[in-house]
Nanobody, 122 residues
Framework: QVQLVESGGGLVQAGGSLRLSCAAS????????MGWFRQAPGKEREFVAR????????YYATSVKGRFTISRDNAKNTVYLEMNSLKPEDTAVYYC???????????????WGQGTQVTVSS
């Protein structure tokens, strides 16, 4: 199995940028589809972005498309989430997750990090 540790969260003003990182250890990183999810206070966890094992395919939630970019470096066992033009509604705990399943299967994300807080002030 894989262990995941997120970093890079913080407080930023609306319109600003943050870059989240997720470092993986354990099984071969390149064997996992990787994703980012988030959970705002009082809301359910929601999908943000995912990236294929090779990094060649990505997919985004409509709410972040065009503002967020997911990428991975398999040599460094790390996945990133570059977040630009941040809005107050992006405030949430952001979680990194790993899946051994197919690219489109959200339910296959079985391994989760502890989360990192992102707060966007207006």
């Amino acid at each position: 199995q894989v262990q995941l540790v997120e970093s890079g969260g913080g407080l930023v003003q609306a319109g600003g940028s943050l870059r989240l990182s997720c470092a993986a250890s354990g099984r071969t990183f390149s064997s996992y589809v990787m994703g980012w999810f988030r959970q705002a206070p009082g809301k359910e966890r929601e999908f943000v972005a995912r990236i294929s094992r090779s990094g060649g395919t990505t997919y985004y939630a409509t709410s972040v498309k065009g503002r967020f970019t997911i990428s991975r470096d398999n040599a460094k066992n790390t996945v990133y989430l570059e977040m630009n033009s941040l809005k107050p509604e992006d405030t949430a705990v952001y979680y990194c997750a790993a899946s051994e399943g197919s690219f489109w299967n959200n339910a296959a994300f079985r391994f989760w990090g502890q989360g990192t807080q992102v707060t966007v002030s207006s």
